[in-house]
């Protein structure tokens, strides 16, 4: 148990999938990460259907770094924009917005080994590529749905 939510592998991580070892120790000293701001509690496939749906709305309209545009941006061109028409207009909600903002935070923070990460702020950094945007949302939603708690049956 983490914070009171069952983590489907969490005893496996160190074997399984080592990519997620430090991810899971950081997680253990956030006991309300899978709770949104309704106090709901966010299962890992939410979250990964959130990340997903953000993806393929940068895919299908092309992402744009805000520091390399001459100006206004469309949301769905920006990370954290595409987040929030998946929130609005997808099929995401509040809860999964927050969580999801969280987990990535979360991944950027055990790869860098800083001590803290924002996502907005990585996504904007001069030199940035959809690339790497891609492999943050695709590696944060597959942590997701390996890790994050399950449906209640």
């Not at 099929?91 to 979360?106: M, Q, T």
């Amino acid at each position: 148990m983490a914070g009171g939510l069952a983590w489907r592998h969490a005893g496996t991580v160190a074997t399984s999938d080592p990519r997620f070892a430090r991810v899971l120790e950081l997680a253990t000293k956030q006991p309300h990460l899978w709770v949104g701001p309704s106090g709901e509690r966010v299962t890992g496939a939410e979250v990964g259907s959130h990340l997903g749906a953000a993806f393929m709305l940068m895919e299908r309209d092309g992402w744009i770094s805000v520091r390399r545009s001459s100006g206004p941006v469309e949301l769905g061109h920006t990370l954290s924009g595409a987040l929030w028409l998946v929130r609005t207009d997808g099929p995401g909600d509040a809860d999964s917005w927050a969580v999801s903002r969280r987990c990535l935070n979360l991944i950027l923070e055990a790869r860098s080994e800083s001590g803290s990460a924002d996502f907005e702020a990585w996504s904007e950094k001069r030199g940035r590529r959809f690339g790497e945007v891609r492999d943050l949302l695709l590696i944060t939603g597959e942590f997701a749905r390996l890790y994050g708690p399950e449906a209640v049956r």
